[in-house]
């Protein structure tokens, strides 16, 4: 068995950073058949087999999404030891009362079961980030005006970010992950694919 093991660990495994793109599943096989057909990571790269996303951003969420062919790096990254951030544009001014609630815990849905999330960073982000804009316009500017605020969590509940902003008042209108680990959005435009050697320099 343990040489079994060493071989295992002796294969050449692939690493790459995407920034997915708002309207993609992080996924690579469509498995619901009641669901509308929906754009898949395939479509933005001709990625090896076994390639797996490591976590999730759902449908209406964009950003950094990282993806290996080691089940281990997929176990590192998915670990609450590390942190990933998130830009929420939400609806309205955010207030100095919602940042402390979202920083200290806040009471969710989660499949059904309450859940009061754990402690995490949360702040303004100004100026406004220079994200391009989406084709799907956010709403109508007659709506009244808006904030950005960065949420940095070690936990990833489904759609946390977008319930944890709409239990203090301020729903989420887009969503962007900008940071897992060290490693960052920066420079990665909407829909590029990078080869990376790994991930071990940015999860400390």
């Not at 942190?83 to 009471?107: C, F, M, N, R």
């Not at 402690?119 to 100004?126: A, N």
Request: aromatic content about 6%.
């Amino acid at each position: 068995m343990e040489s079994e093991h060493k071989s295992d660990r002796s294969i050449d495994h692939h690493h790459y950073a995407i920034h997915k793109p708002l309207g993609f599943l992080s996924q690579f096989v469509n498995n619901e058949r009641t669901r509308k057909s929906r754009p898949l990571l395939g479509e933005l790269h001709d990625f090896p087999d076994g390639v797996m996303a490591i976590g999730r951003l759902d449908k209406d969420s964009e950003g950094l999404l990282l993806l290996t062919t080691d089940g281990l790096v997929s176990e590192q990254v998915r670990s609450k030891s590390i942190e990933k951030e998130y830009y929420a544009q939400v609806d309205g001014l955010i207030t100095d009362s919602a940042l402390s609630l979202l920083s200290s815990g806040v009471d969710i849905r989660i499949k059904g079961e309450d859940y009061t999330t754990l402690p995490c960073q949360s702040s303004r982000v100004v100026p406004d980030p220079l994200f391009p804009a989406r084709a799907k316009k956010i709403r109508d500017d007659r709506h009244g005006p808006t904030s950005w605020v960065s949420i940095t969590l070690t936990e990833g509940k489904y759609r946390q970010v977008r319930k944890m902003t709409a239990a203090v008042g301020f729903p989420t209108l887009r969503l962007i992950r900008v940071r897992i680990g060290t490693y960052t959005l920066d420079g990665l435009p909407s829909g590029a694919v990078v080869e990376v050697d790994g991930f071990d320099a940015y999860l400390g």
